[in-house]
C-alpha cells in the first residue's frame, strides 16, 4: 500500500503541480512581458499584442474564450462554466484511472493531461478565458497555445502511445496462449 500511495503522489501530485506551476508562471511572464494587467482576459478578450522573437516564433497575447484551438468561444460565460466544470470531472477520472495505472508511459501521459488541464482551468476560472502566448504562425502552424496546452498535447500523444504498445503486448500473449 505505502508504494501505491507513493508512486500515486508522486504521478498525481509532483508532475502535475510542477506543471501547473510553470504554466501560471509562463503565462504571468507573457502578461508582463506585454506590459498588460493580470487580468487582461477579464478586461479584454482581444489584446491582439505581438512580440516578434524570430523568423518562426513570435509571442502574442491571445485570450481563448473557447476550448482547444478557439472551439465553441461564441457563449463565453457558458463556455467558462461548463468547461471548467468538465475540466474538474475529468481531472478527477484521470486521477482514478492514474491511481490503477502500472505502465510508466501511461502514467506520465495522464499526469501531463492532469497538469495541463488544471492550469487552463485555473486561468478560466478566474479570468474567463485561457492566457496563450506561444505563437509558431510563421511556419504556418496557426494556433497561440501555452504551457498547459502543450502538456495536454504531449500527454495525448503519450495515451496514443503507450495504448498502441498495449495492444501490441495483449496480441502478442494473446497469440502465445494459443
Not at 495505472?101 to 478560466?124: F, H, Q, T
Request: with cysteine.
Amino acid at each position: 500500500m505505502g508504494k501505491l500511495r507513493e508512486k500515486f503522489w508522486f504521478w498525481g501530485g509532483v508532475i502535475p503541480l510542477s506543471i501547473v506551476a510553470f504554466d501560471q508562471l509562463t503565462k504571468a511572464w507573457a502578461i508582463k512581458k506585454f506590459d498588460a494587467p493580470n487580468n487582461i482576459c477579464a478586461i479584454n478578450p482581444y489584446p491582439n499584442l505581438q512580440i516578434e522573437v524570430s523568423p518562426i516564433f513570435d509571442l502574442a497575447l491571445v485570450c481563448n474564450q473557447g476550448v482547444s484551438f478557439g472551439l465553441f468561444s461564441g457563449s463565453p460565460e457558458i463556455t467558462r462554466i461548463v468547461v471548467t466544470l468538465f475540466a474538474a470531472i475529468m481531472c478527477v477520472v484521470l486521477l482514478f484511472w492514474l491511481n490503477k495505472e502500472k505502465d510508466k508511459l501511461m502514467s506520465w501521459a495522464l499526469a501531463l493531461i492532469i497538469g495541463g488541464a488544471i492550469g487552463n482551468a485555473i486561468d478560466r476560472a478566474l479570468y474567463g478565458a485561457v492566457t496563450d502566448f506561444l505563437n509558431f504562425s510563421d511556419i504556418y502552424f496557426k494556433w497561440v497555445f501555452n504551457v498547459a496546452d502543450a502538456a495536454i498535447s504531449c500527454g495525448v500523444a503519450g495515451l496514443m502511445i503507450a495504448m498502441f504498445f498495449q495492444a501490441k503486448e495483449e496480441k502478442k500473449s494473446a497469440k502465445s496462449e494459443q
